[in-house]
T-cell receptor, first 112, second 118 residues
Framework: QKEVEQNSGPLSVPEGAIASLNCTYS??????FFWYRQYSGKSPELIMS????GDKEDGRFTAQLNKASQYVSLLIRDSQPSDSATYLC????????????FGAGTRLFVKA | GAVVSQHPSWVICKSGTSVKIECRSL??????MFWYRQFPKQSLMLMAT?????????EQGVEKDKFLINHASLTLSTLTVTSAHPEDSSFYIC??????????????FGPGTRLTVT
């Protein structure tokens, strides 16, 4: 059973701080890694994709991938109250067809 | 990013009736579509995966005769909840994956349909 593990939180950070969200996955053959943001009562929104080891930056977001450690993280710089949401880590790979497994999500709360 | 629409956004129906939910990819061809269900404060649960022109593959525990999925074209998939019961009340979300921007790996979600069965 392929798994994607996230701390459910809530992770609480003050406004302006860096929020660090972490994710581990079990399938070493995984090739694609994603972070989604889901506001309460809404559907998930893709915010980052990363495919190779290292860092990928997009605005205030940085995704970090370490395939050797089977670890993906998302850093949110200058956190804002509007960043308060559940962040889903998703990992994709081929298992008789490409399949993406979603973690249960980490709830982030940014205090004003 | 790619846009996926879903209709209706919410629906209330009586127990025993059927409800159809439409999912459309608006600016890309969705070779694969997914249907999820999410109960309040719980994680996404994948119900089924469908490829255009093929029968859907259902996850374990999901009744294929109750949740009918039709992926009729590269831009449209429908989910029909047949003989709905109050326990089917949930947030149903479709997702699509295709070849937009050269990535066939990213999944884009529709806005979801909130179903209430009375």
């Amino acid at each position: 059973q392929k798994e994607v593990e996230q701390n459910s939180g809530p992770l609480s950070v003050p406004e302006g701080a860096i929020a660090s969200l972490n994710c581990t996955y079990s399938d070493r053959g995984s090739q694609s890694f994603f972070w989604y943001r889901q506001y309460s009562g809404k559907s998930p929104e893709l915010i980052m994709s990363i495919y190779s080891n290292g860092d990928k930056e997009d605005g205030r977001f940085t995704a970090q991938l370490n395939k050797a450690s089977q670890y993906v993280s998302l850093l949110i710089r200058d956190s804002q109250p509007s960043d308060s949401a559940t962040y889903l880590c998703a990992v994709g790979g081929y298992t008789g067809g490409f399949k993406t497994i979603f973690g249960a999500g980490t709830r982030l709360f940014v205090k004003a | 990013g790619a846009v996926v629409s879903q209709h209706p956004s919410w629906v209330i129906c009586k127990s025993g009736t059927s409800v159809k939910i439409e999912c459309r990819s608006l600016d890309f061809q969705a070779t694969t579509m997914f249907w999820y269900r999410q109960f309040p404060k719980q994680s996404l649960m994948l119900m089924a995966t469908s490829n255009e022109g093929s029968k859907a593959t259902y996850e374990q525990g999901v009744e294929k005769d109750k949740f009918l999925i039709n992926h009729a074209s590269l831009t449209l998939s429908t989910l029909t909840v047949t003989s709905a019961h109050p326990e089917d009340s949930s947030f149903y979300i479709c997702s699509a994956r295709g070849g937009r921007t050269g990535s066939s790996y990213e999944q884009y979600f529709g806005p979801g349909t909130r179903l209430t069965v009375t």
